[in-house]
């Protein structure tokens, strides 16, 4: 988690969300940058994890030999959720940061709903309780084909390091996830809005950095 200094105001809640090796955790830096540069303190954060105890049961969660079905996995997720939602993002926004959050409660949905095949209500039910009134002002998906998307984030780790327990799912399963976040996407337009992550980062970053300026009237950098 970074922050930086609150600029007063109320604060904005940008989720990113999308498969494995989308890029998520760049285009955060980009677009931290670019509020910046228009007078906009942002707190940087993940699921699972951004509170302590969202840390601790990250690491249970993403532990791949503690073999836990989907079920276990939607209520440990929720469970973190409710933490960082309570202890960091709601005090944040108050606070009038502006919080971009890697990962939210399209997760859920995408991967135990869409993937996991848990009941879409169920998942939509424990969602409620877990976040209450604070959904994003704007969700960012990353599209990308799952077999760039993994060959990304297999690279990034090397060939020494073990998977974790959603990196090690096999290919059948990231496509669900892909098709969760485009009926996500086709569900909620005003909220969400998918960008083509299968370009070079900088065309990503500008895509970004162009929605965001007419979403939330801020200026745009100077041509350089
Ligand atoms: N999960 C869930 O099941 N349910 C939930 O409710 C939640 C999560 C909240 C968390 O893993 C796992 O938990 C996640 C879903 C599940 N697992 N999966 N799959 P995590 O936090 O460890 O990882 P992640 O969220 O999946 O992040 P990531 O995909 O590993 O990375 P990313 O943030 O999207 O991408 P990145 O780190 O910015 O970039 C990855 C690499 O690609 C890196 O080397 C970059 O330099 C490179 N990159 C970035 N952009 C580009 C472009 N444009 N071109 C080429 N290369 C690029």
Redesign the pocket.
């Known amino acids: 988690m970074s922050s930086t200094t609150a600029g007063g105001g109320r604060g904005r809640f940008i989720t990113f969300e999308?498969?494995?090796?989308?890029?998520?955790?760049?285009q955060i830096r980009h677009l931290a940058a670019f509020l910046m540069q228009n007078g906009h303190a942002s707190l940087t954060t993940?699921?699972?994890g951004g509170s302590p105890t969202g840390e601790k049961i990250r690491g249970l969660?993403?532990d791949p030999d503690a073999n836990l079905d989907a079920m276990t996995?939607l209520m440990l997720?929720c469970a973190a959720r409710r933490d960082h939602v309570v202890q960091l993002i709601r005090p944040a926004l108050a606070g009038g940061q502006w919080v971009l959050c890697?990962?939210f409660a399209d997760?859920?949905r995408a991967?135990?709903g869409a993937a996991g095949h848990i009941d879409a209500g169920l998942v939509r039910t424990l969602e409620r309780a877990a976040i209450g009134e604070t959904v994003p002002d704007l969700t960012i998906i990353?599209d990308i084909p799952p077999e760039t998307?993994l060959a990304?984030?297999n690279?990034?780790r090397g060939e020494n390091s073990a998977a974790?327990a959603?990196?090690a799912s096999d290919l059948a399963f990231h496509r669900r996830v892909r098709d969760g976040y485009l009926a996500i996407a086709a569900a909620e337009p005003d909220r969400c809005v998918m960008v083509d992550?299968n370009?070079?980062?900088g065309a990503?970053a500008d895509a970004i950095t162009k929605l965001c300026a007419h979403r939330f009237s801020l200026r745009m950098p100077p041509r350089s």
């Open positions: 999308g498969g494995e090796g989308g890029g998520k955790s760049t993940r699921e699972p969660l993403l996995q997720f890697d990962r997760s859920t991967y135990q990353l998307g990304r984030a690279r990034r974790d959603f990196e992550a370009q070079e980062e990503v």
